[in-house]
């Protein structure tokens, strides 16, 4: 038995020398180390042999195998050396090459707009005011001087979520405008009896049962504006909202403001800024009419004025509600709505 061991070291060394890859080393692994190898065939032949000659053998079988084991491992090496040799031969780098620039990421083109919005309120000095997106139908209606029996209360314009209660159920808000009452009743708590003026912008998102079509959707961005203090009047408004259309499209920009309605201001108007198309001649933008609306406004309703905490009497205010989309729309003449929220990196790429 041990000529036989010599014989099959000596043999699978030889072998081992002429692997030349790493699948004929694991077929060279498999035939001297494996389960059937014959080295495993002599460990099950020790059984038959003298107790003389077995402590002798058994060392043998386990040299053996250990020599093995370390021309596997120096077989491995040594293969795993040549290839990345012959890599470095096949496959040279040039290291004066420019790397490869990271991509960068970039702002949402409707983030850009809220900050620039931001921005310019900053200037006349606002300040952001952040409100909850699930409001309670007291902070989104009531309060807001919505009237019981308003259409905008209905199941089926609102999304009505779990909770609150029967006469105070909970809802994803409609608009910023219930920031205002938050607002102000903050503001109003440092002093009831003499509270200060309030210059803030709203941002955040709204949520409403829409048809989602180009000019709509169930989701969308506002930045809601309320300023109230003494002796504020509508030239306020109009020369603060004039101003904005100036700096945010350009200095030479025309406005005019249409009488409307909204339950939370009295009285209210629409602002129209000069179509930047055709230059107020009339074009498919602007339907024609040389106008494009970009928000609405008003004088705040003493309810809602009351409501927050300040006396009608004595203070009055301005607020105004903008939608980004629709003022990103008319920036760069987008048509979709829903370019927005596809995420389209071919349209998000280009702000």
């Not at 002798?56 to 195998?65: E, L, P, T, Y």
Request: hydrophobic share 40%; charged share 25%.
């Amino acid at each position: 038995m041990l000529a036989e061991l010599d014989k099959i070291h000596k043999g699978a060394l030889a072998a081992a020398a002429q692997v030349i890859d790493q699948a004929g080393l694991e077929e060279w692994r498999s035939q001297y180390l494996g389960k059937n190898a014959v080295l495993t065939q002599s460990l099950k032949q020790l059984g038959g042999l003298s107790a003389e000659e077995r402590p002798q053998a058994g060392q043998k079988i386990n040299q053996v195998k250990q020599a093995l084991e370390a021309a596997f491992e120096e077989r491995k090496a040594a293969l795993q050396a040549d290839k990345l040799q012959q890599a470095l031969d096949t496959e040279r780098l040039d290291v004066t090459l420019p790397g490869r620039a990271m991509p960068l990421g970039r702002l949402h083109p409707i983030t850009q707009t809220l900050r620039r919005i931001n921005a310019i309120f900053a200037e006349m000095g606002f300040q952001v005011y952040r409100s909850r997106d699930v409001e309670t139908d007291e902070y989104n209606f009531l309060l807001l001087n919505f009237p019981p029996n308003h259409p905008a209360r209905e199941m089926q314009d609102s999304f009505y979520v779990e909770g609150g209660s029967a006469d105070n159920p909970l809802l994803m808000r409609t608009h910023t405008s219930a920031g205002q009452i938050h607002a102000m009743r903050e503001f109003s708590a440092e002093s009831p009896e003499n509270p200060p003026p309030v210059r803030i912008v709203l941002p955040g998102m709204c949520y409403r049962y829409e048809q989602v079509s180009a000019r709509s959707e169930v989701q969308f961005t506002q930045v809601e504006g309320l300023a109230v203090g003494e002796d504020i009047t509508f030239g306020d408004l109009k020369g603060t909202l004039t101003d904005f259309a100036r700096r945010f499209f350009n200095a030479d920009v025309r406005t005019r403001f249409r009488a409307s309605h909204f339950p939370f201001t009295e009285p209210s108007a629409e602002m129209d800024v000069e179509c930047f198309v055709c230059g107020g001649k009339g074009c498919s933008v602007c339907k024609h009419s040389g106008w494009l609306e970009i928000l609405g406004s008003g004088m705040v309703h003493p309810n809602v004025l009351r409501n927050g905490g300040y006396d009608p009497e004595r203070y009055s205010g301005f607020a105004f509600g903008m939608g980004p989309e629709r003022l990103t729309m008319l920036r760069y003449r987008i048509e979709d709505i829903r370019y927005f929220w596809r995420n389209d990196l071919r349209f998000l790429e280009q702000f």
